[in-house]
């Protein structure tokens, strides 16, 4: 079993939301801080939001701040973000995964993502 699923995504019109999920499996992970990438075409990958394994501490990038809220339920071992007044530029497939110091280091293997594509 892949250490993390996501879920959520989809095509959304400009301005829309999206709230996307991510489970993460495995008893090590489950204790660990928890980060939101993207990755558009041609561009690298970059985290967007992170949030500590007890849910008390999280960061957002300048680009999402505001619109974004990321959120943990450790009883389901999900993490989720949502996603408002989305951008087409937000057009990504998103990723989760466990994450670590310095700078929100991945720490299991990725999974396949969920897209979202925001219409213009």
């Known amino acids: 079993q892949a250490p993390v699923v996501e879920s959520g995504g989809g095509l959304v019109p400009a301005g829309g939301s999206l709230r996307l999920s991510c489970g993460v499996s495995?008893?090590?992970?489950?204790?660990?801080?928890v980060g939101w990438f993207r990755q558009a075409p041609g561009k690298e990958r970059e985290v967007v939001a992170a949030?500590?394994?007890?849910?008390?501490?999280?960061y957002y990038s300048d680009s999402v701040k505001g619109r974004f809220t990321i959120s943990r339920d450790n009883t389901k071992n999900e993490v989720y973000l949502q996603m408002n007044s989305l951008k087409p530029e937000e057009t990504a497939v998103y990723y989760c995964?466990?994450?670590?110091?310095?700078?929100?280091?991945?720490?299991?293997?990725w999974g396949q993502g969920t897209q979202v594509t925001v219409s213009s």
């Open positions: 949030i500590s394994w007890n849910g008390e501490s999280t």
């Open positions: 995964n466990p994450v670590a110091p310095p700078n929100y280091r991945p720490q299991a293997a």
């Open positions: 495995g008893r090590t992970y489950t204790r660990y801080a």
